[in-house]
């Protein structure tokens, strides 16, 4: 009797093993896509001048393992400006570049990052040619955890395009 008792449990003990292991697996997995991305010193809104507006992003992987990350960015429609300079036109699209420092562009716009470590780039936005004036453009960068593409960080840059002749 005893050994039949076994017989029938054996099946469902592997699948009840199998189920904790997955469970066990998605909550390490679910661990290994948290991250913050902060624009530094809460400086996200700037004036684009004949050099662009640059921020200073910084990306926490506050995750325990490695993790590399996609950057990019998509234009909010949505006004994101502030009521000292207010715009009735509708937000722009401005070139943005991702880069190590001033100098130097980053490679693939990828950064991996070990487990609470940071990474300190730049972001600069630039009106091209034919951009109207006296407008806004609404930034938002995202930093994506490769295997995690629902669990970006994300900041929104503020971009305002002034006109030069009001200098």
């Known amino acids: 009797m005893y050994t039949t008792l076994i017989r029938m449990l054996k099946p469902y003990t592997i699948a009840v093993i199998f189920l904790f292991l997955l469970i066990g697996s998605s909550s ?3 661990q290994n896509c948290s991250s913050t ?16 507006a640059h921020f200073w992003v910084v990306l926490t992987n506050t995750s325990s393992s490695t993790a590399t990350y996609t950057l990019s960015t998509e234009f909010a429609t949505e006004y994101c400006g502030n009521d000292t300079r207010r715009s009735s036109r509708p937000n722009v699209t401005l070139d943005v570049a991702f ?14 990052l070990k487990a609470n470590a940071t990474h300190r780039f730049l972001v600069q936005a630039t009106a091209p040619q034919g951009t109207p004036y006296n407008v806004w453009s609404c930034i938002q960068v995202k930093a994506t955890p490769q295997g995690c593409r629902n669990s ?3 900041a929104l840059l503020k971009v305002f395009v002034p ?4 200098g």
């Open 163 to 166: 006109d030069p002749s009001e």
């Open 37 to 52: 991305l902060t624009v530094e010193k809460n400086r996200d809104t700037r004036s684009a001048d004949e050099d662009g």
């Open 99 to 112: 880069k190590e420092s001033a100098q130097r562009a980053m490679s693939e716009n990828t950064v991996t």
């Open 28 to 30: 390490v997995y679910a």
């Open 152 to 154: 970006s960080a994300t």
